[in-house]
């Protein structure tokens, strides 16, 4: 979704991204991360291996509140700077999409001017999944109750080239409006 928006002239940018860059550069992290969830967490390279904390998190709530309490604030933070990095351009970006896979369930979404949820059957989503499954599908709001919130809706069910047709009318709506 989000190289579709950028295709079409967003800046774009997405919370998993700005995790990945929290465990590799933030000592701070790091350290929160080895007290409560122990040095087996830590990769060949010194930094936090992601699988290794899903491992622990997924199975084990109070760990993954905990994992969320620290990050969800701090990627909040990221993702404010970068907006007003953008905002303090020249010629700032009309539209900037951000992909925040627990926007409702964080809270994020009053940061935000107009939101865009995707869906796709269940199915569908475990088919394209390139990860193991763990029990995150339930701690989800449901499609249902993020279509009605958001400002607009997304059926992922066919190609790229569908999906690009659909963010180019949404881009010329979004940029009309702030023209």
């Not at 967003?10 to 991204?17: F, G, K």
């Not at 465990?23 to 291996?49: F, H, K, N, W, Y």
């Not at 309490?69 to 993702?79: G, K, W």
């Not at 939101?115 to 989503?125: D, F, H, N, S, Y």
Request: net charge negative; charged share 30%; hydrophobic share 45%.
């Amino acid at each position: 979704m989000l190289a579709a928006f950028r295709a079409h002239g967003a800046a774009t940018v997405s919370s998993d991204e700005i995790v990945h860059h929290l465990l590799r550069s933030d000592e701070d992290v790091r350290i929160a991360l080895v007290e409560r969830l122990g040095e087996g967490i830590i990769g060949e390279d010194g930094t936090p291996d992601r699988a290794a904390i899903a491992s622990i998190v997924f199975d084990d709530a109070a760990a993954l509140a905990f994992l969320e309490a620290l990050l969800h604030p701090l990627v909040s933070r990221e993702y404010l700077r970068w907006r007003e990095q953008l905002a303090a351009l020249d010629a700032p970006p009309r539209v900037c999409a951000t992909e925040v896979p627990l926007l409702y369930e964080s809270g994020g979404d009053a940061r935000f001017d107009r939101v865009v949820v995707v869906t796709a059957p269940r199915q569908l989503r475990e088919q394209r999944r390139h990860a193991p499954q763990d029990n995150r599908e339930a701690r989800l709001l449901d499609d249902a109750e993020k279509i009605a919130r958001a400002d607009y809706h997304y059926v992922n069910t066919g190609t790229f080239e569908d999906l690009d047709t659909w963010v180019a009318g949404l881009m010329e709506e979004l940029t009309n409006e702030t023209s």
